[in-house]
Antibody
Framework: EVQVLESGGGLVQPGGSLRVSCAAS????????MSWVRQAPGKGLEWISG????????WYEDSVKGRFTISRDNSKNTLYLQMNSLRAEDTAVYYC??????????????WGQGTLVTVSS | DIQMTQSPSSLSASVGDRVTITCRAS??????LNWYQQKPGKAPKLLIY???TLQSGVPSRFSGSRSGTDFTLTISSLQPEDFATYSC?????????FGQGTKLEIK
């Protein structure tokens, strides 16, 4: 069974840093791109970052570029999101999602349960 | 960035109703449009990808279609478990933008 499980969320002060993780199982992790999608309280879904299967390609949404870094350790089947210079508007549930890609394009077919990041003093 | 505009933002319907939700892309995205269902406090669930392909395990009452840059999610006969928020997402380019969501409520 495919599973992705986030961890590492919590309360952090504005300007602080936090690293969230996503442990994957049930599939060949290195064969799949992965993404982080967040959802602020009462708001819609927002894609923020993605990474290719071998980790050599990364993509970011403009509002987190330069502050957040996505990475992966394929030997540990784990995805990471390092978040620096956190702002109140980064408060959200952070989901990791497995990105399945074929001739029909890309789609997020497995999601974790999410981890809550709260930026507040 | 490609903007995805969903309508309506909310919708009230009854069990057994036929419901349609629309998503419009700000530019051509070919067929690269996915639909997700999300229930309160839960992760999103993939329903349809490539505009009209039903994800494995999703009931056949869900269907998707495309006309140019307009995409439609249709639920043919609403069931109690279908009351949720539905979001579209384009996978044509990065950033992978989502629509703002449509909340489907019980009338």
């Amino acid at each position: 069974e495919v599973q992705v499980l986030e961890s590492g969320g919590g309360l952090v002060q504005p300007g602080g840093s936090l690293r969230v993780s996503c442990a994957a199982s049930g599939f060949t992790f290195s064969n799949y791109a992965m993404s982080w999608v967040r959802q602020a309280p009462g708001k819609g879904l927002e894609w923020i970052s993605g990474i290719g299967g071998d980790g050599s390609s990364t993509w970011y949404e403009d509002s987190v570029k330069g502050r957040f870094t996505i990475s992966r350790d394929n030997s540990k089947n784990t995805l990471y999101l390092q978040m620096n210079s956190l702002r109140a508007e980064d408060t959200a549930v952070y989901y990791c999602a497995k990105d399945s890609y074929d001739n029909s394009g890309s789609r997020y077919d497995n999601w974790g349960q999410g981890t809550l990041v709260t930026v507040s003093s | 960035d490609i903007q995805m505009t969903q309508s309506p933002s909310s919708l009230s319907a009854s069990v057994g109703d036929r419901v349609t939700i629309t998503c419009r892309a700000s530019q051509s995205i070919s067929i690269y449009l996915n639909w997700y269902q999300q229930k309160p406090g839960k992760a999103p669930k993939l329903l349809i990808y490539a505009a009209s392909t039903l994800q494995s395990g999703v009931p056949s009452r869900f269907s998707g279609s495309r006309s140019g840059t307009d995409f439609t999610l249709t639920i043919s006969s609403l069931q109690p478990e279908d009351f949720a928020t539905y979001s579209c997402q384009q996978s044509y380019s990065v950033p992978r933008t989502f629509g703002q969501g449509t909340k489907l409520e019980i009338k």
